[in-house]
């Protein structure tokens, strides 16, 4: 069964090598072998996960190189439970993708370019929940920004370009750092290994080992979009393609919170930055939500919710109980599932109007009500209403912040409550504006894009009155994909698509986007249903965590 734990990683890989040397030839093999790599992984994960939850932690050292010189791969419940809802996610937004590409008449560059950067990230992603030591770490975290980066700006447009530029440099300083910290690890403890780390790191100086722990902190933070370190996020994610953003805002913030988790259980029990962290997570909390409030785009109001719902998971981690630790994973879980569903949504709502501007949006519920289902569910469990996965997940912090009692982890719980109030507020006022209220004059039948949050919706007006000698203008904007907003007839083509290039606007819209979009609502209800083994296994997972003796002995061997 141990053989079995570099898969994940391994098939991506593999599969990119033989996508690029096929090149943009034989189209719908290469939609296949996607789609059959990322199911393959997904049954790998599954696999994977049960064999950790029957018989504890999976160890490979590869190469059969012993700690500390081999890479170690290491599966546990946490590990196993992470690769399968990232595997899920990850497969239905593939198949979303390819509905986009097809629908946009793109024979090429979703496969020469998309899918092989797609497939690495999945690869990093894959790599990032198996490291067993703190260079594989860094190695999956440089893998999946090589990739994030092509995603981002693929097509090449101004605003994506510039988006991008700004992800990659903050991902560069937090790539320096973390480089550091290994560098200062390695000296104190002559090993970079979890396990190996977990033993020699207490006999390590009180004031050493605290250093320690903050840099890696602030290089999970910025990962994971805990303010102060977040104001990268919101203008990065949502001038991406709709797949790219779903995937980001669904797995790769996620991964800075799995990097925490592990560390903090596993390299600094009993940790003595609690205050601190909780104290990021009742920031993240409040700011992310207030800027959700502020927000009339869809996407920018999904991107704040993403900051101020990252404090639930930090709030858990900061507790370090049983029942807290327990309650994050379970969050975990839920938020990649919800999150990237929301932005799914997202994607269609501006496949078919051209926009997710809020004041352009309305009548939806009566025009597409498939498309209003899809929303409302996945936002009511964002807004964890009972008994859907969001309520679980947020009862249960609550529930370890109230056994607590401490001043921080009562002031938690207040946040926590308000945080979900005003999220409900958010959903309800997105889907009064874009699904409830009827549509507003003039946007009947026409479809817009938007390159950006930052274009002037007032430029609109100018256009009417502008004559033809302006059409060259218009058209040199709609070629750079900077900038200007244009109305355009439902099914014309225009600027600022899936790849920068062209977007198809459609009353009717793509059933591959439509099946995987309620693929993920469905997956969002399962952890409903499944709500009593899913918070068995998190317990179980939590208390694994906690002892570290298991994945201690799975690693060395004693």
Known sequence: MNALVPLPVLLPLCVTGLKLAI???????????????????????????????????????????????????????????????????????????????????????????????????????????????????YVSFEIMLV??????????????IRAGSTYVII?????????????MTYSVAGTVNF????????????????????????????????????????????????????????????VG?????????????????????????????????????????????LSFTLISHIGYMVFGIALAGRGSISGAIVYVAHHITVQTTLFLVAGLVERRDGTTELT??????????????????????????PPLSGFIGKLGLMRAGIDDGGGWAWALVAASATTSLLTLYVMAKVWNLAFWRDAPPGTEGEGRVLESAEDDPGDDDNDDNDDSGDNDKDEE???????????????AVVSAGFLGQSI????????PMLVATGAAVALGLLYTVLGGPLTDFTDAAAAELLARTPYIEAVLGR
């Open 23 to 137: 090149g943009p030839r034989l189209q719908r093999f290469q939609r296949f072998i996607t789609l059959a790599v990322l199911a393959a992984v997904l049954v790998l994960s599954v696999i994977l996960m049960v064999a950790a939850d029957r018989h504890g932690p999976l160890s490979v050292h590869l190469g059969d190189f012993a700690p500390p010189i081999g890479i170690t791969l290491v599966a546990d419940r946490l590990a196993g439970l992470m690769l399968t809802v990232s595997s899920a996610v990850t497969l239905l937004v593939n198949l979303y993708s390819l509905g986009q590409g097809m629908a946009d008449r793109d024979d090429q560059t979703p496969v020469g370019v998309f899918h092989p950067a797609y497939l690495i990230l999945v690869a990093g992603v894959s790599c990032t929940f198996l490291a067993g030591d703190l260079v594989n770490l």
């Open 257 to 301: 919170v799995y990097s925490m988790l592990r560390t903090q259980t596993l390299l600094f029990p009993g940790h003595r930055l609690g205050d601190v962290l909780m104290l990021a997570a009742l920031a993240s909390m409040v700011v992310g939500i207030l800027g959700a409030v502020a927000q009339t785009d869809l996407k920018r109001v």
């Open 147 to 160: 990739a994030s980066f092509v995603l981002l700006t693929i097509g090449g447009t101004a605003t994506r």
């Open 171 to 183: 991902s560069l300083f937090s790539s320096v750092l973390f480089l550091v910290a290994i560098a």
């Open 195 to 254: 396990a190996q780390l977990a033993g020699r790191l207490q006999e390590v100086p009180a004031g050493a080992r605290t250093l320690l722990e903050a840099m890696l902190l602030t290089v999970f933070a910025i990962k994971a979009a805990v303010f102060p370190l977040a104001a990268w996020l919101p203008d990065s994610y949502p001038t991406a393609p709709a797949p790219v953003t779903a995937v980001f805002a669904g797995l790769l913030t996620k």
């Open 504 to 511: 198809t606007t459609t009353k009717r819209l793509p059933w």
């Open 477 to 491: 904007a709609r070629a750079s994909g900077a900038g200007r907003s244009l109305p355009v007839p439902a099914g």
């Open 360 to 385: 352009r949006l309305g009548g939806l519920a009566k025009s597409a009500p498939l498309l209003a289902v899809l929303f409302f569910v996945p936002a009511m469990n964002l807004g964890g209403i």
